[in-house]
């Protein structure tokens, strides 16, 4: 399921040519998200801290 988030962000935000380039941006969004099921972000589970 991340990697189809990811790819349908990138594809409607970033031309082909930049996909690289903003792949950085889009996985610190994806990241940052407050997920429901745990209430926390991705990086908050992963590394403990906010």
């Avoid at 940052?32 to 099921?37: A, S, V």
């Amino acid at each position: 399921a991340t990697n189809k988030i990811l790819i349908r962000v990138l594809e409607r935000t970033v031309e082909t040519a930049r996909l690289a380039r903003e792949m950085h941006n889009a996985l610190w969004a994806y990241r940052t998200t407050i997920r429901t099921p745990t209430n926390a972000t991705p990086a908050e589970l992963v590394y403990g801290t906010e």
